[in-house]
């Protein structure tokens, strides 16, 4: 580890020399549609009032990452824009010292509802999962027919210039949206946004991912570029994606390729769950209680207690899966409980 001169702050690493930067905080478990490779059909949200962290308890944690080197901080879920009064968590993490962004990532529900309290908070950028632009494939998708919403949501956004740029979030899955991935190209050069295709990763309890419906990043990338020509843009080391320009446009189109080239040595991320436990990873099992340390005082101990788990952070539930000595557990927590 490093102690940076100019202000103070230690900048925590791991085993891998990998920096701890950035900071992805469920805020609830709770989600308004039910993707069936997201939730488990029987999964019942169980956290209650109390088990959640609240605004106040978030931003004292928050403080402390950001004095340990965490720069941006992420809010999701579960779906984050169902916690009453977001936009007041927004407000108080703007106001964390160090830190050089605060953004979002959500389903679009309940956007256009509630994206100009999020912007009027200084929130700095909204990404958006979708995964079609179809109904009949979103309602088998989720369960829910509210696909003409979200869409509405989207609208709002590419009308509020300080949230951008956009980046929609899109799961690439064989034998449901394939056919659909350039139109979702389509639609970034379009409108000058960012599209970013993500490889179907093992999560829900090791049960109902299939490797028939794996639709990996090489194969992806040529199919669009037989409508698209694709200039490559460069890449930020801590970059979850590879990015390129659309047809010379403003639009980029991004691969995260958890699955065919991990990006696990240079992940810079913690994880905060809902009812305040920290995880290294997407494909972690167990978390350290910080939330029990914060309310009996023990700021110290929390500090410790993340540096600690970090420094013991492993090489990345990706990359084991790569090498095939990982297998998902069904014991597995969901992604709506760790937070996407």
Known sequence: MTQLKTTGIRQVKDNFERPMRSLRISVTDHCNLNCWYCRAEEEICS??????????????????????????????????????????????????????????????????????????????????????????KFQKLTGHNSLSKILKGLNKLLDTPNLHPVKINTVAMRNFNENELCDFVSWAKETEQTIRFIEFMPMERGLRWRKENLLLMPEIKENIEEKFKLSPLNNGKFDTDKKYHIDCSEGVVG????????????????????????????????????????????????????????????????????KGNYQPKKQSRTMSHIGG
């Open 47 to 136: 956290l209650q009032h109390n088990d959640i962290l609240r605004y106040e308890e978030i931003t004292e944690l928050v403080k402390i990452f950001s004095n340990l080197g965490v720069k941006k901080v992420r809010l999701t879920g579960g779906e984050p824009l169902l916690r009453p009064d977001i936009e007041e968590l927004v407000r108080m993490l703007k106001k964390v010292e160090g830190l050089d962004e605060v953004t979002l990532t959500t389903n679009g529900v309940l956007l256009a509802e509630k994206i100009d309290a999020l912007a009027d908070a200084g929130l700095d950028r909204i990404n958006m999962s979708l995964d079609t632009f179809k109904q009949d």
């Open 255 to 322: 691969f995260i390729s958890s699955i065919s080239e991990p990006f696990c040595e240079n992940c810079d991320r913690i994880r905060m769950t809902a009812d305040g436990k920290i995880m290294n990873c997407l494909f972690s099992y167990k978390g350290a209680d910080i939330k029990r340390m914060l309310r009996a005082g023990k700021k110290d101990q929390v500090r410790q207690q993340i540096i600690e788990t970090y420094n013991n952070k492993w090489e990345g539930g990706c990359l084991r899966l790569q």
